[in-house]
């Protein structure tokens, strides 16, 4: 079955970085767009960056330049590089691939605060 475990997040100063990682099994790796979303209290989740199979990559506005995802198929692994945080980058991430229907892991708390 699909699973996601995501891991890397915690506190961290605005200005700060992360490196979120997202583990991934139960489904053709190499073949799949990854992507990472972001749930803030009292908001609804939204889109944050996708990886093609092939590596192409989007992001979302408010993350652009500041934020880099990358996939290593050897290990079946996708990340999320997070620089220059601002406190409304604070959210729980979650990793997700759509096989047949959404998938999603249990999510990262990552909180931007000084």
């Known amino acids: 079955q699909v699973q996601l475990v995501e891991s890397g997040g915690g506190l961290v100063q605005p200005g700060g970085s992360l490196r979120l990682h997202c583990a991934a099994s139960?489904?053709?790796?190499?073949?799949?767009?990854m992507n990472w979303y972001r749930q803030a209290p009292g908001k609804e989740r939204e889109f944050v960056a996708r990886i093609t199979s092939g590596g192409s990559t989007k992001y979302a506005d408010s993350v652009k330049g500041r934020f880099t995802i990358s996939r290593d198929n050897a290990k079946n692994t996708v990340h999320l590089q997070m620089n220059s945080l601002k406190p409304e980058d604070t959210a729980v991430y979650y990793c997700?691939?759509?096989?047949?229907?959404?998938?999603w892991g249990q999510g990262t708390q990552v909180t931007v605060s000084s």
């Open positions: 139960g489904f053709t790796f190499s073949s799949a767009a």
């Open positions: 997700n691939v759509f096989q047949f229907r959404h998938f």
